[in-house]
T-cell receptor
Framework: GQNIDQPTEMTATEGAIVQINCTYQ??????LFWYQQHAGEAPTFLSYNVLDGLEEKGRFSSFLSRSKGYSYLLLKELQMKDSASYLCAVRDVNTGNQFYFGTGTSLTVIP | DSGVTQTPKHLITATGQRVTLRCSPRSGDLSVYWYQQSLDQGLQFLIQYYNGEERAKGNILERFSAQQFPDLHSELNLSSLELGDSALYFC??????????????FGQGTRLTVV
């Protein structure tokens, strides 16, 4: 099966940097994805890693270590609108390229 | 706009009833996934279709069923509804016909309330 773990809640200050960690176990790793979800809305894609290393996209960066089964999402220059749930997901080629989602990290940005 | 369309946006129905949720994937995407998200819960994978065929099943109840039609749209049928079925139901699509894997794109969801 797939086990995806991420912290349930985090709080950070506007303008600061926050790192959201994700660990996973999967037999047929074929990519790790980060999504943002505001309450009651659809998840929206943020980033994708399939090789080790850092992918940077504006204020958002994502890091992957396949040997450690570990990823993090880094959010810089936090804004109030970044308050949302952040979902880590892995795709597994052994199960038809399924996307398996963690339960999400609820981030609250405070002034 | 993700390109994935779900209808209806909201649905209120009584216990014991049956409803059908509809999803039109992004143009060219062959895979459709259905997820259930209850209040303050994560996305629970229900079922996946690829080019009309069932590809994988998750924690889908026997009262629930789905299909994908030749035009690639999909329907999720929920029957003998219970109060606990109240949730957001998301459809996502991926895999363009060119064969390159992409991320999953989500529709806006159908909010089902069973009363």
């Amino acid at each position: 099966g797939q086990n995806i773990d991420q912290p349930t809640e985090m709080t950070a200050t506007e303008g600061a940097i926050v790192q959201i960690n994700c660990t996973y176990q999967t037999s047929g790793f074929n990519g790790l994805f980060w999504y943002q979800q505001h309450a009651g809305e659809a998840p929206t894609f943020l980033s994708y890693n399939v090789l080790d290393g850092l992918e940077e996209k504006g204020r958002f960066s994502s890091f992957l270590s396949r040997s450690k089964g570990y990823s993090y999402l880094l959010l810089k220059e936090l804004q109030m609108k970044d308050s949302a749930s952040y979902l880590c997901a892995v795709r597994d080629v052994n199960t038809g390229n399924q996307f398996y989602f963690g339960t999400g990290t609820s981030l609250t940005v405070i002034p | 706009d993700s390109g994935v369309t779900q209808t209806p946006k909201h649905l209120i129905t009584a216990t014991g009833q049956r409803v059908t949720l509809r999803c039109s994937p992004r143009s060219g995407d062959l895979s459709v996934y259905w997820y259930q998200q209850s209040l303050d819960q994560g996305l629970q994978f229900l079922i996946q279709y690829y080019n009309g065929e069932e590809r994988a099943k998750g924690n889908i109840l026997e009262r629930f069923s789905a299909q994908q039609f030749p035009d690639l749209h999909s329907e999720l049928n929920l029957s003998s509804l219970e109060l606990g079925d109240s949730a957001l139901y998301f459809c996502a699509s991926s895999v363009p016909t060119q064969g390159v894997n992409t991320e999953a794109f989500f529709g806006q969801g159908t909010r089902l309330t069973v009363v």
